[in-house]
């Protein structure tokens, strides 16, 4: 992509932050600026600049500079605004002027709204002029290099200032913006979730979620895990959820009493947090990996460690291996009773049949794990 | 008056005829001997008995020798005979014995095996009085208390004690030592009678043929013979009848007790069969039959006293059948962290 001077002003100008303040007359001697623009997390380039012409787009929308004069107030005269331009991206050790220029003399009459169409607009009543513009090329070409291989913002820190002088040349208004692009795609936003832990079982009703992002803004999601729900995804698309959170600038939430519906004992769940990433093409969802958690007292898994820690051996092994992690297996009752020959029993009757069994040491048990 | 001193006289008269009546039959019955008799209780191969007045016929547990009975084992052949002080004699193979003997009472007056040729290991329990004899052409072996092996050959007999003193003597020279616990003597068909120490592999044959309870190959497809309890069909933790058909003991089973317990348990558990005719009966609890196998072993009170054990050292080495087991499936449904279903199965027979 190569960026035109002119352009690349206009982009810093009204992209980076479309902007341009100015009024003019002599009888102007305040005017208040105010630059409209959305912080996003990521900017896509091509939408503010067209690539094959190399021209500002003239639909970029949410920005915009709002001039009104205020001294005297709602007057009327001449202005022009200058722009600066500076840029700091990643791994930079201070910030680079890119730009730097001024607009020509055009009337403003109380109020003045300058929008991206207003520059690329060919017949357009302002127009960067050539007197005074300085364009850093060293900072142009390597920006041009990285739109090459990326089609977003680099990260980095822009900055751009503008300054609204009268026809006579004294400085009337001002202002500037500052925009930190931290991530150059959606996909560098990460969610990690640390609590709870994959597979792990609780009795809390209210548990805390944990989690690590980059992002601010994170949707806190939890789904019931359905008898016919196989794996997390199944829960994610096969249920309503439980609790849907938007929350900004916390990394940790405690199940909320006013959630949509409440945990329950022997009941499985699926967490997902989902990094919110804004862009100037709307909100993107980074969701981490599903975390299912589970709500037992787990009574009966605890009867059987008690057992197989005594009874060791090759059975003991295999049952420890599956109550560790990864696999964390706990009793679960959804899938039916537990049956001795056929027959269902109670945990009562269970512990009994353990203790015997415990007792009987000259007694052959063989464990076997089935997969349904 | 006076008829009624005469019943009175009558009566007193009746009362001392009575009284001496009972002592002098009471004393009659005390000088009364009898026969001893002695018990087969195990055979091994080709055993042949005969009384003085039939010919050879198989031996089979529990035949009653009697005082002039002959017992002969073939080759490869062994009989174990059981005397009701627990006296216990292995009769070798290619052996040929004669059982001599009175008791009066429960009191053994005399006791002898005449042992023509072969060989016979000896526990002979101590008495106060009696001396139990053993005696060849060449030989006599006076045995009280005693651990021990007696062999005759034709041209020597052999006395070897493992425990307890022996008086040997040849008869034929009229010598006599005694021979004591490690020693063996050696009479010849010259008179001579010589005694040494005993080599240490026949004192220690001696006490395995005793622990083996015969030879160590014993035959355990029929340990009690005749005698073997039908159980039916074992089948673990479910009662069992069980039955012992008596008539090879020809009456002479005053009462019966199985022993039994599970494979390996330390403790026996007595049950007390009922004694119906032929027939010894019982039924074994339910929680008393276990998988995988029951061992056993048979008390049997005798009409004259006796208690024999059968198999003789069943109580350190049990009959054993199989019990068949009942096998479990314990299913334990559960839920793995990805949300697997896994059931846990645990299997076990009892």
């Known amino acids: 992509m190569n960026i035109c001077r002119k352009n690349l002003l206009f982009l810093f100008a009204c992209l980076g932050i479309l902007m341009l303040p100015g009024l003019i007359s002599a009888q102007i001697k305040s005017v208040d600026v105010n630059l409209q623009f959305t912080d996003y997390d990521v900017m896509y380039l091509t939408d503010f600049v067209n690539v094959r012409t190399q021209k500002l787009n003239p639909n970029i929308s949410a920005i915009s500079m709002d001039m009104t004069v205020t001294n005297p107030a709602g007057g009327s005269g001449k202005i022009y605004v200058a722009i600066k331009a500076m840029i700091k991206l990643q791994g930079d050790n201070s910030f680079s002027e890119l730009v730097e220029g001024r607009t020509n003399v055009f009337s403003i009459n109380g109020t003045r709204s300058l929008a991206a169409r207003d520059f690329a607009r060919g017949n357009s009543d302002i127009y960067i002029i050539d007197n005074g513009y300085i364009l850093n090329d060293a900072v142009k070409t390597r920006l041009e290099n990285l739109a090459t291989t990326i089609t977003t913002a680099p990260p980095g820190v822009y900055q751009v200032m503008m300054t609204v002088y009268n026809e006579s040349g004294q400085q009337v208004g001002g202002t500037s913006k500052t925009i930190t692009v931290s991530i150059s795609t959606p996909d560098q936003v990460l969610v990690e979730i640390s609590n709870p832990a994959n597979g792990s079982f609780s009795t809390n009703l209210a548990p805390t979620f944990n989690w690590t992002t980059q992002a601010s803004g994170v949707y806190v999601k939890v789904f019931e895990v359905g008898a016919n729900h196989h794996s997390p995804q199944d829960a994610l698309t096969g249920s309503n959820p439980c609790l849907i959170r938007q929350l900004n600038g916390v990394s940790s939430l405690t199940y909320p009493s006013d959630a949509q519906r409440q945990l329950q004992q022997e009941k499985a769940y699926v967490l997902q947090v989902s990094a919110i990433v804004t862009t100037n093409r709307g909100e993107v969802d980074q969701a981490s990996l599903p975390v299912v958690f589970r709500i037992t007292d787990d009574k009966t898994g605890k009867i059987l460690d008690n057992f197989f820690s005594v009874l060791g051996g090759a059975a003991g092994t295999t049952y420890s291996t599956l109550r560790s992690d990864p696999a964390n297996w706990v009793v679960w009752r959804t899938y039916g009773g537990i049956t001795l020959d056929g027959s269902t029993i109670t945990e009562t009757d269970l512990q009994s049949i353990l203790n015997a069994l415990s007792m009987q040491t000259d007694t052959k048990i063989q464990l076997s794990v089935e997969n349904q | ?350």
């Open chain 2, 1 to 350: 008056m006076q008829k009624e001193n005469q019943m009175e006289k009558k009566r007193i008269f009746i009362a001392i005829f009575c009284l001496l009546g009972l002592l002098m039959l009471g004393q009659t019955k005390k000088n009364d001997t009898r026969d001893i008799s002695a018990y087969v209780i195990k055979v091994i191969n080709n055993v042949n008995m005969r009384t003085p007045t039939t010919g050879w016929q198989k031996a089979v547990p529990l035949n009653t020798l009697k005082s002039g009975y002959e017992l002969r084992t073939e080759k490869g052949s062994l009989a174990m005979i059981l005397f009701a002080d627990q006296s216990k004699l292995i009769i070798r193979e290619k052996s040929i014995v004669t059982i001599k003997g009175e008791v009066k009472g429960k009191e053994i007056i005399s006791r002898s095996v005449q042992m023509d040729r072969g060989d016979m290991i000896f526990n002979v329990k101590k008495a106060e009085t009696e001396q139990f004899r053993f005696s060849s052409p060449i030989s006599v072996a006076s045995i009280r208390g005693t651990q021990g092996d007696y062999s005759t050959g034709g041209d020597a007999d052999s006395l070897t004690i493992a425990e307890g003193l022996a008086d040997f003597s040849n008869s034929l020279s009229g010598k006599r030592q005694p021979i004591g616990s490690g020693q063996t003597g050696i009479a010849d068909s010259s008179g001579n009678l010589n005694v040494g120490s005993a080599y240490s592999h026949s004192l220690r044959r001696i006490k395995d043929i005793q622990s083996e309870g015969g030879y160590g190959e014993s035959d355990t497809s029929k340990p009690l013979g005749l005698l073997a309890p039908d159980f039916g069909h074992l089948l673990s933790k479910h009662s069992s009848n069980v039955r012992i058909d008596l008539a090879s003991m020809q009456g002479k089973a005053a009462g019966v007790h199985i022993f039994y317990r599970k494979q390996g348990d330390p403790l026996f558990i007595d049950l007390a069969l009922t004694v119906t005719g032929q027939t010894a009966a019982g039924r074994l609890p339910a929680e008393t039959v276990k998988y995988p196998r029951l061992e056993y072993y048979l008390s049997i009170q005798t009409t004259d006293g006796s208690t024999l054990v059968l198999p003789e050292n069943g109580t350190t080495a049990p009959v054993s059948v199989a019990v068949e087991g009942v096998r479990h499936e314990l299913r334990i449904p559960g839920q793995t962290g990805s949300l697997q279903e896994k059931v846990v199965v645990l299997h076990w027979t009892d």
